[in-house]
């Protein structure tokens, strides 16, 4: 009888790591990974392993690099192309994420999981009607995973079969166990697509998902296939009103994303701040290193906690996630001091109030927001009508806004 074989210690590092890293202990994973790693350099597994690790702590560069190393070591393994496919879409690669999902697949044709990286690549990249093949394949391999309907749900409305979207959208809340951000999502899509009540604003989880996966690529989306003008366009109005690019001011950025309105609102600050919800886009604007701080926060709630912290507040496409903009108006008052200015953008469309569009932003009517902006305490400085940007090859009509806060009342 053949002696029993010693314990394989490189297995049983990565059982243990692989046990760690599925209890979500990251930190503790990923040093079993490293482990593992010093003995066996090339150790395929660990390396995507540790790869993804860095993918879930969003330090997408280092993802690529373990992850990229351990397609070099097993180039046909459809689990890691599968992975790095995943993490270049979510870095903003998309071309080679949809090449290197399309690889995958060739090798696992019924991985649901890469099919649905796949149709979002494709729909990020501006091809809703080809992501729809692959998204139909992932519902139908995964039936009940309430993220591939909505993904669905998302590029049919952008391919503008919206049936299918309303459907999709649908059988996403069926989903036993659903999520409540997930079907806070589901409900939004529907109202977008009139098939429910609008909200009074687009769940913050989407939004931040939304910019969090727009991140890597934001600027060169709007700046260059959208046209977007919007950072300039306010920071004119303020010059064209007398506002002094002297430096002097105490500036809030109100959804600042990556930086673009903060590098167009910097001639106007002694000190800049930013807020955003999306860790990505903050990520981004630190690198762009324009502001003296940044935050991570909901506008609602940050503001009525910071009691006249600021000359000028500017919110960018910000609004547009928000329908009842009377807390917002209520919050940038309180958080202004007495004589000090918002200059803001919204898009326009409707009358009589505000009403979500199928672009799953909301549309305001002028003449409420004076209103609206009166009984807050502000006084209109100045308005004008603009397009923000283009959207399906037509211009996107606008409203930018100028109030300043009343100093005798200090409302």
Known sequence: MAPPRPPDPAAALLQEAVALHRAGELAAAAARYRRLLAREPRHADALNLLGLVFRQQGDLPQALRLIRRAVAVAPDAPVFLAALGGTLAEAGQLPEAVRTLRAALARRPEDAMSLRNLGQALCALGQPGAALAPLRQAVALAPFAAEAWLALAHAAREAERLDEAAAAAGRALEQPGLAAELAAQARFLLAALGQGPAPERAPAAYVRELFDQYAPRFEQELAGRLGYRTPGLLAELLRQHGVPAEGRLAVL???????????????????????????????????????????????????????????????????????????????????????????????????????????????????????????????????????LRREHDAPVPGQLMLLRKDRATGA
């Open 253 to 387: 950025d109100l959804g600042c994303g990556t930086g673009l309105s903060g590098r167009a609102l910097r001639p106007f600050a002694g000190r800049l701040e930013g807020l955003d919800l999306s860790p990505r886009m903050l990520a981004e604007a630190r690198r762009v290193g324009c502001y003296d701080a940044l935050h991570e926060a909901d506008l609602l709630d940050f503001l009525p906690r910071h009691p006249e912290a600021w000359d000028l507040l500017a919110a960018a496409d910000v609004l547009n996630y928000l329908g009842d903009l009377a807390p917002a108006l209520g919050g940038m008052a309180a958080a202004l001091r007495p004589g000090g200015l918002a200059a803001f953008s919204v898009e326009r469309g409707v009358a009589d109030g505000y009403a979500l569009g199928p672009g799953l932003r909301f549309r305001h009517d002028p003449a409420l927001l004076r209103s609206l902006a009166a009984r807050q305490g502000f006084h209109l400085v100045a308005e004008a009508e603009v397009v």
